[in-house]
């Protein structure tokens, strides 16, 4: 596989006109950027599709400093060329990348730590599907978490792309989970997929129902992306000695909270956010995740779950469907000759 300078090359991308819903994201020609050093050029067959895409789209998380104005974070594709000090991967080698940005493009720079081999048990729409959620669960639930062999972890947004992430993950390094959803269609699906049991939102109390199961102890791990009321709720539902992890604020800042709960039952509530972090913070995640969860993806024990692949030119279509809330797992863009990879539990294309 070959490519011409970039410079004399344009490519087909995602422009993000102002801040406003998904009408707001166009295709429009950019050129194609050079690797610089350490970095690889990727011509990018697919791209999911994560919240933190629809906030920079309204204006709420602007990209790092240095990063592409084009959204996206995880990509998937075929290396073209490698810049200097790059010399893992070869062109046409099948890989994905966690990146600060630029994935809703027919071609991404990443830098060469942050990239892993697409496993051959998954295509590359599900290889897309991969960085953000493995990266942003490994460090949050397992680094700062610390979750354990027979703890159990409580999930919020369980059918999410993360809440599915973190499920798997879980279930295969031995915990049990819990997760909370708002459907009895998320229920079953969280179910079938190891959850040992799924707390409807709507109809029960996730702090009631997490004591019931836990036989009063609560839970050792909870992991957040709602925030708001489910702050202090979060206290009363964790185990003596928990650990609260926080990554994300969809419901706004943390109300009638009582700082008593933490003290007496010596929580410890951490939080963290995975694009402003340095390459070589993200490079130390890969090497632990190659180490201990690719070897289940290459054996097929788990696979990212896609809920429905969209075009590039449809970004709008996918990112209404991700504020609908109404998928369960990932949304990804196909971008390049990935029609015959389209997984069996893939939507249309």
Same mark, same amino acid.
């Given at each position: ?13 995602? &422009? ?11 295709? *429009? ?7 610089? +050093? ?14 933190? &895409? ?15 104005? #084009? ?15 790059? *010399? ?20 991404? #720079?990443?830098?060469?730590?942050? $990239? ?16 953000? $959620?493995?990266?942003?669960? /490994? $460090? ?35 915990? $049990? ?18 959850? &040992?049991?799924?707390?409807? +939102?709507?109809?029960? &109390? ?23 009321? +489910? #702050?202090?709720?979060? +206290?009363? *539902? ?22 008593? =709960? ?5 929580? =410890? ?24 969860? /690719? ?36 949304? #990804? ?17």
């Amino acid at each position: 596989m070959t490519c011409k300078p970039a410079s004399q090359q344009l490519m087909l991308a995602i &422009d993000i006109l102002k801040p406003g819903g998904p009408e707001v994201l166009v295709l *429009a020609s950019h050129s194609i950027p050079r690797p610089r +050093y350490g970095e690889i050029l990727v011509r990018v067959a697919a791209a999911g599709v994560n919240r933190p &895409d629809v906030l920079q789209r309204r204006g709420l998380y602007l990209p790092p400093p240095g990063a592409p104005q #084009v959204p996206g974070l995880e990509i998937a594709g075929h290396v073209v060329i490698s810049g200097e000090g790059a *010399a893992r991967f070869q062109p046409g080698d099948k890989v994905c990348a966690l990146v600060p940005g630029g994935g809703y493009a027919e071609y991404c #720079v990443a830098h060469e730590s942050n $990239t892993l081999p697409v496993p051959q048990s998954l295509s590359l729409i599900e290889g897309a599907a991969v960085p953000e $959620t493995f990266f942003t669960v /490994w $460090t949050n639930l397992f680094q700062r978490g610390k979750l354990k062999a027979g703890e159990t972890v409580l999930i919020h947004g369980g059918a999410s792309g993360i809440g599915t992430t973190a499920t798997m993950l879980s279930k295969a390094f031995g915990a $049990t989970v819990l997760v909370t959803v708002g459907s009895e269609e998320k229920r079953q699906a969280c179910l079938d997929l190891g959850a &040992d049991m799924a707390i409807n +939102y709507h109809t029960q &109390d996730f702090v009631e129902e997490t004591r019931k199961f836990t036989n009063g102890k609560g839970a050792n791990v909870i992991v957040d992306i709602i925030a708001g009321e +489910y #702050v202090a709720r979060n +206290y009363k *539902a964790a185990a003596m000695e928990g650990r609260i992890i926080q990554i994300g604020v969809q419901n706004g800042p943390a109300r009638e909270l009582n700082l008593m =709960t933490m003290l007496t039952k010596r929580l =410890t509530h951490s939080g963290s956010t995975l694009r402003p972090r340095s390459v070589a913070e993200k490079a130390q995640i890969a090497q632990e995740l190659e180490q201990k969860v /690719w070897p289940l993806l290459r054996q097929g024990e788990i696979r990212p779950q896609i809920f429905r692949v969209f075009t590039l030119e449809k970004a709008a279509e996918a990112h209404a469907l991700m504020e609908s809330g109404a998928h369960i797992g990932k949304i #990804v863009l196909a971008i390049s000759n990935v029609n015959s990879e389209v997984p069996g539990n893939a939507g249309k294309v």
